[in-house]
């Protein structure tokens, strides 16, 4: 029965529903913001659960094939997936609660949008053809440009979002004429088909579908904000709400890559060293200017915008690597995506709970001395920055752990290295924070404002700073617990999934 | 025959993305795209798409630039609010070079494809079997688009709408 | 699960450390929790030292796997070399509480004290290479709080710094590590990151060797630190609290060597003895070096900071010296400057909170105020010159004679060089000590009770190894047997 | 190419120009007089060329004639003025075109060969005149924005906010029309409507799909720009909207174009819902298979409906002072009258006499045909005319409600329901 | 014979695609700017129907439909959100929106 | 004073349909068009050149018309009281001297600009000396310069008061 194979597509359906359920319930007045919150979490949590079902099962399906006709597919690692941007949404809406409903002027509709921009990250993770990963791709940056621009009354916010959605349309135009291309080359669209044809076609004149992936891989890289395409990130990062920041900050990220790894791993594979050095010179520039764009801000958030270029540059390691080790750097990717995501989830969540009321800045002068007042939010966000530098005993430092070791392991010691030098000046401006908040008397009065720990933000950023430290540390001391094995061997399992025929 | 029309609508496209990208006015500017779109459809024509020429001309020249011209006019906007691009034409002319070898490499990678010689279904093209491609195996694209669209309109709406407070 | 002693050691301070976090105690009852930890831990390194086997093999082993899809592991375990220090650490560390007894308030200082502990402990139990590089760089971590938050100057930017080049250091000896992970893993087909897996690997080509080797040298050469790679000393030292130095100077700087020996010569052992003379080289140099510089220098702080640095270019040297003469004396001054420089830090903390000056021009007639500090001064500076009857004596003879051994045109030079550091010890001791001067040093007091138990052992120790030598080497000549005639092959001359 | 077949090809395109073009005096006229007469007074009626007046049809000759030669004026504010007169055209133009896919008779074989009995022979269908309804808004807006007039400005801008809102609706309810008659091609719909429903019922659009008829209807007119929904002109409130600025010829091309725009909309009305060509319960078999009996009833009841028009004629057209020229038309006309009879009856008699071959039954079933269609066209373009003297015009929220809040949902809802009846009869 | 090849429907795709690009690129009217884009998808659009002719393959005219649905619903976000720009900086240029790179707070 | 709140009506469903009311108001104007193509039409409008309107009321304001005295002279006194009053300024008085004893003034020039006047009256409520009329019942107007439409007092005089 083909209707019972719509189980696979449990999660999707859940958000999708609950998306156009929630657009439905929004013009009524009786439902509460808080409700809508708690909608949200609820719907989220339920499909996060109905995805756990077949976490860790090696699988791949294509259901209702006689009507999806192979445009969808789902297997082990769209549900591994699916799990990050699950829980990347979910943790999303639980440190935004605080945020939401402190500033105005965010009305029902943003949590609607919000999870259909969910809907559409989880259906680019489970596309199986160019095009419906295209119109994934544009449910979930519409939304995206919708919600950051959702406060039409700053300036930056509009800006932000304009500015977002002029070079996410270039991009998207770029990533059309690249199908366009590989549809030319190969007359076909649909995945698994095109990696056959290609086959087919080696040694013969393969340069269409060079140019076409090429164009791909723009997109790629503006979305996740390489080198020559960064230029947004730090502006958007800045304009948009703090929330909708680390949501696209850590899941929207996740979501691409899983897509672009679905498409290199299992399409362009014969052709993939065609674009090793065109990688090495942007993952070199990416960690160069990344990291200059980083120390040369004096925001906080911006910082961290410029830091997440960084950390793209350390992903494109992973992502160069995968041609010659291909398991180690591919799982190394997909753990340092959890990595990333939980320790930028954290911070940004963390800020954007001290900057809930509306005159608090988030300079790093802002935060002299705040760990004397407000200890715990200081050890918490020092957390985060460690982990984000990679410290051992974080998350960060499993992470880069992973990456490097692929590197090495495909022979790309180079890259490890120039890595690990950004790595080190990395240290500065994640450690002058924390110099910041420690090593200098508190002035009482600037952070007056700030609420006290209370409410479900602040539990469930405590939480992700455990979580931080547990991937970290975490083992099977502690029997039936998931750590970092558990992780990594899940990882593994998703991308073997790829390759079941 | 068609080789004229060709290079005659062709010609047309080309002039008129030359003129929305080189004029001073939008409105102008959006006048000319009209006359690329038209020309375009009338190579979906020439291609025998003539659903998609149909299509072309309904979405594209009838509600898409419409909307955008009636922003346009709705929005009355004076010279004086119009960005002053005293080196348009340069940039536009070192920019145009910059982009000669890109063109370049991508259509000698298409030069060497054979033409397209072999004759057509009778209707190729036409609303039914096209019809038939799109509820069958392009179904979830179909629908997708739906969520985009939907998407878009709450986007519109919330962009549009009066700020209260 | 069992938990062996050494996992103790480490974790004890770490799990008191974090309670102490979590209970809101004043800062006096910490220091003395904090305080009978470190008494704990020194009697836990007695029962080691004790228990202790006298042959080149590990002891105390323990082993956990952690990450096994990575083959990672927590294993520990000591031998000798490690064995010294541990006790080095268990000895200096109460003595440092006695003497910042009083000066320091705050809580979260005597908490980081009890994370350096567990750290430096961390660091030297590990025999997983990926353990070891995470207790390295965890281990800095408290450090940059203590001076961030205690120390003086322009301490955020003296913090980042050591930061920042510690972490760089630290980082290049991760990709080596991992380097040397992966090649096992391509050998072998199976991932491991264990010391005594590791040195199975053959299969590395020598040009990656060199490299590999530099960048765990690199890593080494900054904590010491070795002659090029000093420029955040000087500024890191004059800014810490008396804690955080003498914590980098007595015991994390020679945490460096003992890594160097510990890793470097099972790792590399060819390497290590082709490129032994450079580093003797490198060591002499950064003797004289760093001696020249530290006559320059009016601050006392600073100069003690050059003249620690010169005497572990010393140490250093004697290492590469490849016997093990020079070996045994290394190990021997890493202890003895030790206990020497930490004393002498410790004491010019005193003197800096009593006065709260540094130059040593400001000084002068402290003698006459102070009689013990005098005392216990003096015994330090002395075992820091060398002079005989001090273990500092006996090991740069050791030291001297090793690199005589390799090479005698070396060893005169560096039998000279000692001279060098003694002129300007003994002018500072002068200078600041016994002359007469016209400023001011009334607000000098004597020693306090606390500091003058602190500082006993010390001195003690000094003097006792100073006299009996033979009764601090016997548990360590088995191990640099090991390592130079198993390990480097090279004969005892 | 035989020389029949280009015949054929002129022949449709003179019918498309008549029914366009050449319709629209006859609508103005109409217009005017039905507008009179339903407000009791008289319309036009003393235009005439040497007495002949038909009721005033002539008046819209001469208002034509006085465009042509009127003065043509140009503010001077004008700039845009490639656009200000490319508007008219526009608008014209595309009213035009929209008109030329309109089935007229159903496909006339003649020895064997098969036309399409369309201005242009185009299998679009429907698509064309969305098309083309999309493309006549731009006339509007450039016009109204090149007058640099604000009055014109805010009718240009009503205009095309209207347009859009309504093409929406428009399309989905001929989504669910479509969905019914199973193509798009204007002559299968026409064809189905030919059918009987239960046997007794001609199966005409209207029947089968009222709401889609009735909100089809709705946006014709909006698209079509005619009360109630011709706020774009909004003479009490914005002078004359887009067209105040336009004078002589240019504005006579809107004027024109706004006829054959309603024209076309009523031609594809016809179509959809009305029947087509299709006379009731007679379908093109039927016509053909009785072609010589129908013949014979042409023949008895032209004459009769002659008598009676004639009879009308006498008492009605009277002139008030005996000398008039004019009195003497109410003769002409009858004499005309009786000519016309004595032609068609001679024709016709001659074909039953010498036999029926098969052209010329199917040239008679053609000919019946546009006769039918030109009724009905007539017919809905006095609809078009009778609603605008019934019903006042819409203010502007209440026209943006009723498109988007009303309509659209209906049409949707009827999609919905058409779909869901289709696919269940077809199980 | 040129229309029969698609080496020039390519070539004139491409070249409107670069004109559209190059629009993107060079103009700061925001309005000239959202039009070369849709410029771009035209020309992709020229470029599918063309190789939907070449494959013999109706699946990329169904593409082609495909991007003209999401270059309308860009048109929807995009239009609104000029009007929103134009309304609060009254102006037109892409260079006036540059609130972002100021050092402000929040 | 307060605000009178009128209750909506049209809340049935029929009313809410519009759709009836839409096709009663098409069933009136179609009633109308019938009755007005058949043998009784209700049709009210004259055909104008031929048949003259006959139902001007008597005070229907038409063309001005200066009255005289009873010996043939001009009335007015060209006192300007009619060019005071006159809201569209259309009326210009240019006055003499008179001589014949009867009064002391008269008018020389008396120009009514039709073009310009607006047909209320006050310019005859204004009047002392019921100079000035408009009661010439002319309701049509013709010229075919601009200046036929200035009339002078000579025009003026010669109108007559309509006859009832």
Known sequence: MQWVQLGYLLPLIIVGAGAIMLMLLSPLEKVSMERFSLFTFLILLSALSADFYYFGELFTSFPMQEIFSKMLIVDSYSVYFDAIILSG????????????????????????????????????????????????????????????????????????????????????????????FIYAGLGTTILGDMGKTLDALMGKDVSLIIIGGTFVLVTFLFKISAFPFQNWTIDVYDGSPLPVTAFMAATFKVAIFGFVLRLMLIDLDPIRDIWDTLFIVVILATLLYGTFLAIIQE??????????????????????????????????????????????????????????????????????GFAHVHPYMAAMLSIFMLSLAGIPSTIGFVGKFYIFTGAIEAGYTFLAVCGIIATFISIYYYFKLIALMYFYPACESEWDDVPSLRGITPITIGFIAIAVIWGGIGNTFIAYFPGVDFLIESARLSYMSLFIK | MTDILFVLLSFFAIIGALGMVSLHQPVHSALSLILTIIALSGLFALLSASFLFMVQIIIYAGAILTLFIFIIMFLNVKEANLPKEPNKNLTLFLGSLALLPLNFLILRAFYKMPLLTAPLEHDFGKIKPLGMELFTKWLLPFELISILLLVALIGAVVFGRKDEA | MSIGILSIIIFLPMVTAFLLMLIPLP????????????????????????HFELTGALQFKEFYPWIKSYGISYSLGIDGFSLIILMLIATLIPSAYLLLWKNERSKSYWINMLFIQSGISGTLFSLDLFLFYFFWEAMLLPVFMIIGLFGSGNRVFSTLKITIYTIMGSLFMFVSILYLGVAHYYEFGLWSFALSDLVNITSIARDQKILLFFGFMLAFAIKIPLFPFHSWLLQTYSNSPTGGVFLLSSIMAKLGVYALVRFMIPLFPDLFVEFSLYFVALGIFGLVYFGIAAISQMNIKKMFAYSSASHLGFITAGVFALNVQGMMGSAFLIVAHAIATGGLFLLVGVMERHLGIRSISGLGGIATKAPWFTLYFAIMLFCTVGIPGTNGFVAELLIVLGIFHYNPYLGVLSALTVLVAASYMFWVFQKAILVKSDNNVSHMKDLSRHEIVGLFPLAFLILAMGVYPDLFLYKIEPTLQHYLLDILHVGVH | MSTISIAV???????????????????????????????????????????????????SFADMLKLVFKEDFKAKAIQESFFFSLAPVIVFASAFLSFMVMPFADDLIINGERFIMQGLPMDLGVLWFLALAGLSVYGIMLGGWSSRNKYSLLGAMRAGAQVISYEAAMGLSVVSVLITYGSIHLGDIVAYQGQLLFGFIPAWGIIIQPIAALIFIITAFAEANRTPFDLAEGESEIVGGFHTEYSAMRFGLFFVGEYVAMSASSALIVTLFLGGYHLPYLNTQTLQAYMPFILMVLIVALPLGSWSAMRWIQKHNRWHKANDIRNHESAFLQKGLIGLNVLVIAGVGALLVLGLSETSTNVATAVIQIATF?????????????????????????????????????????????????????? | MIANSLFMYIAVGMILFSIGLLGVISRKNIFVIYMSIELMLNAINLIFVALSNYHHDMGSQVMAMLVIAIAAAEAGVFLSLIIVLYRRKKSLDSDIFRTLSQKEAV | MGIKIVPRHGNTLKEKL???????????????????????????????????????????????????????????????????????????????????????????????????????????????????????????????????????????????????
Request: hydrophobic share 50%; proline share 3%.
């Open chain 1, 89 to 180: 949404a979910l943790v999303t809406s639980l440190i935004g609660t605080h945020y939401f409903q402190e500033k105005r002027h965010f009305k029902k509709e943003f949590f609607s949008l919000f999870l259909f921009s969910v809907f559409g990250m989880m259906l680019l993770v489970h596309a199986n053809e160019l095009l419906t990963a295209f119109i994934a791709l544009e449910i979930a940056s519409l939304a995206l440009y919708v919600m950051i621009g959702f406060q039409k009354i700053h300036d930056k916010r509009v800006e932000a979002s304009y500015q977002y959605l002029v070079l996410g349309s270039i991009s998207g135009a770029f990533f059309l004429l690249g199908s366009a």
């Open chain 1, 299 to 368: 925001s906080l958030k911006r910082m961290l915008a410029a830091s997440s270029i960084v950390h793209t540059g350390y992903l494109l390691i992973a992502f160069v690597s995968i041609g010659y080790a291909g398991e180690s750097a591919s799982s190394s990717i997909i753990y340092y995506l959890v990595a990333y995501f939980l320790s930028a989830m954290g911070a940004f969540g963390l800020i954007s709970y001290i900057a809930a009321d509306e005159h608090i800045r988030v300079t790093y002068e802002d935060f002299r």
């Open chain 3, 27 to 50: 800062s006096r009852p910490t220091r003395n929790v904090a305080f009978g930890v470190s008494l704990a831990i020194f009697a836990l390194a007695l029962y080691i030292y004790t």
């Open chain 4, 9 to 59: 090809v002129i022949i449709n395109v003179i019918l498309a120009l008549l029914f366009s073009l050449g319709a629209a005096p006859i609508l103005v006229w109409i217009e005017r007089r039905v507008a009179g007469l339903i407000q009791d007074r008289l319309g036009p009626n003393r235009c005439h060329i040497n007495g002949i007046r038909l009721g005033g049809l002539i008046q």
């Open chain 4, 374 to 427: 030109a009724l009905k066209l007539l017919f809905m373009n006095f609809v078009f005319v009778w609603v605008r003297w019934t019903l006042p015009r819409f203010r502007y929220d209440q026209l943006q409600t009723l498109g988007w809040k009303v309509l659209m949902p209906l049409a949707i809802a009827n999609i919905f329901i058409s779909a869901i009846i289709v696919v269940a009869r077809g199980l």
């Open chain 6, 18 to 164: 519009y759709l009836p009311a839409i096709f009663g108001g098409m069933k009136t104007t179609l009633s109308h068009l019938i009755t007005n193509l058949s043998d009784t039409p209700e049709i009210k409008t004259i055909n104008y050149p031929e048949e003259q309107p006959h139902d001007i009321s008597e005070r229907y304001r038409g063309v001005h018309r200066l009255t005289k005295r009873d010996d043939g002279s001009v009335r007015c006194v060209a006192c300007f009281m009619c060019a005071t009053a006159c809201p569209a300024e259309c009326i210009f008085i240019e006055a003499e001297e008179r001589n014949d004893g009867v009064d002391e003034k008269m008018p020389k020039r008396f120009d009514i600009d039709l073009l310009e006047c607006v047909f209320c009256g006050a310019c005859v409520e204004a009047c002392p000396c019921d100079a000035i009329r408009m009661d010439s019942g002319i309701f049509s107007f013709i010229g075919k310069k601009r200046e036929d439409f200035v009339l002078s007092k000579e025009q003026l005089l010669a109108n007559e008061e309509k006859k009832a």
